[in-house]
Nanobody, 125 residues
Framework: QVQLVESGGGLVQAGGSLRLSCAAS????????MGWFRQAPGKEREFVAAISWSGGSTSYVDSVKGRFTISRDNAKNTVYLQMNSLKPEDTAVYYCASGPNLSERFRKGVGVRYWGQGTQVTVSS
């Protein structure tokens, strides 16, 4: 069993920044790809960003490229999402996720094995 716990969400004005953290326990962190999804009210869950087990490969949804950066610290069993130039449309519950590989299956959610509980991000206009 793996547990993922997100933190760092909150309320920020448009153009501002937040950094989300996800701490993992109960498994071999360095063996997993890690990522972030988000879900806004009334909308489907959406892939945001992912990073390979080594940190050598990353993937982002087009709408956040150039604004968000995913990183990981395997020694701390933690993955981060630095969010800059935030927009109101970024408002959502953000979920940490882990799976065997950074792949299209992961980005679609079907390759995700473990999910965090979510943290709320609200961007005001």
């Amino acid at each position: 069993q793996v547990q993922l716990v997100e933190s760092g969400g909150g309320l920020v004005q448009a153009g501002g920044s937040l950094r989300l953290s996800c701490a993992a326990s109960g498994g071999t962190f360095s063996s997993y790809a890690m990522g972030w999804f988000r879900q806004a009210p009334g909308k489907e869950r959406e892939f945001v960003a992912a990073i390979s087990w080594s940190g050598g490969s990353t993937s982002y949804v087009d709408s956040v490229k150039g604004r968000f950066t995913i990183s990981r610290d395997n020694a701390k069993n933690t993955v981060y999402l630095q969010m800059n130039s935030l927009k109101p449309e970024d408002t959502a519950v953000y979920y940490c996720a882990s799976g065997p590989n950074l792949s299209e299956r992961f980005r679609k959610g079907v390759g995700v094995r473990y999910w965090g509980q979510g943290t709320q991000v609200t961007v005001s206009s």
